[in-house]
């Protein structure tokens, strides 16, 4: 079961790029990488997932080296609304749900 | 836009009653968790079904937790008798068939307080 490892707590400003990089050194061949945002009082929402390389949508990008040793989330042009709780997930998509853990997550702050 | 419903939102309760939660997964969805939130203990999972079939409660107590489908489009966890440290809240998700386990829709949550 790969452990993943990702700072504690952010602070950046509105309109910078954040990234959150998470480690995950016992990265098995089948494990795919996913992260969750969560806003306070909400559920988690599943943002983006990938296996190698770069993964783009709508709202983060993820970039993964070819080792696949960690992974960086990368948020463009941050607003106060994106301050809120990421977490990374490491794990084989195709696996049992009991496997999966959210961790501490990174408490990720936006002040203007 | 298709969304995980959960009720009630809120709920205060005395130890020993009995709580309902009630979970609508997404339409088309055939995988349903229930999850638990604590400022301790952080997001913990409970149980979770696939095609209303459960597959995994290890995460609950089976004393006096219970989770069931009675059909597709409704998943219920019942705590009773309910006690202070089950204070928290419960989140529902759903994931789509070919979504894998790692990609799931949560609910708004309820929040549960036991006195």
């Known amino acids: 079961l790969a452990k993943t490892t990702q700072p504690i707590s952010m602070d950046s400003y509105e309109g910078q790029e954040v990234n959150i990089t998470c480690s995950h050194n016992?990265?098995?061949?089948?494990?795919?990488i996913t992260w969750y945002q969560q806003f306070p009082s909400q559920g988690p929402r599943f943002i983006i997932q990938?296996?190698?390389t770069k993964v783009t949508n709508e709202v983060a990008s993820l970039f993964i080296p070819a080792d696949r040793k960690s992974s960086t989330l990368s948020l463009p042009r941050v607003s106060l609304s994106d301050t809120a709780v990421y977490y990374c997930l490491v794990g084989d998509r195709h696996s049992s749900a009991s496997k999966i853990i959210f961790g501490s997550g990174t408490r990720l702050s936006i002040r203007p | 836009d298709a969304r995980v419903t959960q009720t009630p939102r809120h709920k205060v309760t005395e130890m020993g009653q009995e709580v309902t939660m009630r979970c609508q997964p997404i339409l088309g969805h055939n995988t349903v968790f229930w999850y638990r939130q604590t400022m301790m203990q952080g997001l913990e999972l409970l149980a979770y079904f696939r095609n209303r079939a459960p597959l995994d409660d290890s995460g609950m107590p089976k004393d006096r937790f219970s989770a069931e489908m009675p059909d597709a489009t409704l998943a219920t966890l019942k705590i009773q008798p309910s006690e202070p440290r089950d204070s928290a809240v419960y989140f529902c998700a759903s994931g789509a068939p070919d979504g894998g386990a790692y990609e799931q829709y949560f609910g708004p949550g309820t929040r549960l307080t036991v006195t």
């Open positions: 016992n990265i098995a061949t089948n494990d795919y």
């Open positions: 990938g296996y190698k």
